[in-house]
């Protein structure tokens, strides 16, 4: 089974991509949605949260993210430390999830793959692009966020045509190019790569 990343830039359309893989029969595994949920369920995790940001980071058990957001947000330190924490966990838990799934190929949605130096993990990594000014409008009103909130968050990841130049297939989710064609495209090329190594 081929080990597939899947990543993009804030507002690319990653999860949008993501589903139409699922509708395909392909398993996707959710990284943000998956280290939520172990930071609330991993308790080497909680200690290792707590102990560095303090008791305030849980409220009867659970993650308080708006405070840990908070501290993290402008505080490229503090992130970076919450990271070293979250990434390892939440890979673990990816790698052990990937060799339970029977398909010819399994997908990873995560934002951050190259910048947590992870590429490695992955036989290939597919990435989704947009403009700009797009993945703005999109974030900022999914998020219910202000433009300049959005940029903030643009400028802890990696440059947008630095993150695709390292993508071995890349789905452009534009508004204009229709995303389907793309997307079975990959589809069929990782199907039979796949079926090239069995």
Known sequence: ????????GIGSGKTTVARIFEVLGIP?????????DLMNKDSKLQKQIISEFGTEAYIGGMLNRPWLAARVFNNPEK???LNSFVHPVTMRDADSWMSAQITAYAIKEAAL??????????????????????????????????????LQRMGQQMDETEK??????????????????????????????SSMRT
């Open 113 to 150: 793959i190259f910048e947590g130096k992870l590429e490695k993990y992955f036989d290939f990594i597919i990435g989704v692009t947009a403009p700009e000014a797009l993945r703005l409008q999109r974030a900022a009103q999914r998020d219910h966020s202000t433009t300049e909130h959005v």
């Open 164 to 193: 695709i130049s390292r993508c071995d297939f890349v789905i452009v989710n534009d508004e204009k190019h229709a995303i389907l064609p793309q997307v079975l495209d990959i589809h069929n090329t990782l199907m039979a790569k």
């Open 1 to 8: 089974m081929l080990k597939i990343g899947l990543t993009g």
């Open 28 to 36: 996707v595994y959710y990284a943000d949605l998956a280290a939520r």
């Open 79 to 81: 992130l970076a430390k």
